[in-house]
């Protein structure tokens, strides 16, 4: 585990708060993640992003359904079993919101959040005071038509200079520890392209 980035006070979360990015090969504590995102790349090395229809470019995910399909709207007395896997809910949320599936997904890291003032009053939409974003890498082995609705518009495609440009300084901190892992998910995968990642 290595922490690669770290904020204070992100506003959708209780204040005062920290947020840390922690690369980690191992998923977070399932009953703590109540989101799931995937970094998904095509092997000439360019990342599938989602286009919010109000955030703009972000890494495409959200949050996990139940294990009957249907949203959850509190996460207050999660328990074992009750929810989708993580790796399912990021490849659904991957199709949703960018329109493309991948060959697999594996753990690239997660943020992990800390909360430390009082609980608000009905406050549910992710455990308190700790709770989990997990984040998956996975190479895009499909590509649809995609249909621009009320949550997103058209993906974006971006090389490693332009998504630079584009990402914040937390998004990047992602997106160039997943660059820096794709060679080696390539090699797993048995993919020729593995040389066109060095760039």
Partial sequence: MTVIHTRRDIPYLPLPNVTEIVLDRETAP????????????????????????????????????????????????????????IDVAARRELWEEVGCRVHGVCPLAYHRNQCFGEEPEGYDRYTFPISYQQF???IVSEIADYEDNGECAQPALLTKEEARAQMNPQQWALAEAAWEMLPELLRERGSDAEGRFHR
């Fill in 30 to 85: 399932d009953l703590l993640v109540a989101t799931a995102f995937v970094l998904s790349f095509t092997e000439d090395g360019r990342i599938m992003m989602a286009t919010n229809q109000k955030r703009g470019v972000e890494f495409a995910g959200g949050h996990r359904d139940g294990r009957d399909g249907k949203p959850v709207r509190t996460y207050r007395n999660i328990k074992p079993g009750d929810l989708e896997d």
């Fill in 136 to 138: 998956m890498i996975g």
